[in-house]
């Protein structure tokens, strides 16, 4: 079973910027939507972003909405989730996942129901002065 990987986190001060980074080898990760995960000490694992294996479709939760960008370079076979205006709220360990079933036209923020079947280790996003 394959896994993505993520990088690009760090510690960055409030206001500052990430640009995360998934990719796998074997050119796997184009045929599938991605989402971006995030899970906070004590919290649930919350959606993030989303982005269609064409790219046309993204979904953001709430609270990124106008911070984070999502987008792909399918010739690279990466998917990159560039914040800014970064919150001490945004602290987390960030994790980037493939759904199930590839060559979807959609994608979704929910992982409980087991769209999403490979999964990173995560990297992690401290926002801290």
């Known amino acids: 079973q394959w896994q993505p990987v993520e990088s690009g986190g760090g510690l960055v001060q409030p206001g500052g910027s990430l640009n995360l980074s998934c990719s796998t080898s074997g050119n796997r990760l184009r045929r599938y939507a991605i989402g971006w995960f995030r899970q906070a000490p004590g919290k649930e694992r919350e959606g993030v972003s989303c982005?269609?294996?064409?790219?046309?479709?993204?979904h953001y939760t709430d609270s990124v909405k106008g911070r984070f960008t999502i987008s792909r370079d399918n010739a690279k076979d990466t998917v990159y989730l560039q914040m800014n205006s970064l919150k001490p709220g945004d602290t987390a360990i960030y994790y980037c996942?493939?759904?199930?079933?590839?060559?979807?036209?959609?994608?979704?923020?929910?992982?409980?129901?087991?769209?999403?079947?490979?999964w990173g280790q995560g990297t992690q996003v401290t926002v801290s002065s």
């Open positions: 996942a493939a759904e199930r079933t590839p060559y979807s036209n959609t994608c979704t923020l929910l992982s409980d129901n087991g769209r999403y079947a490979y």
């Open positions: 982005i269609s294996p064409g790219g046309i479709t993204t």
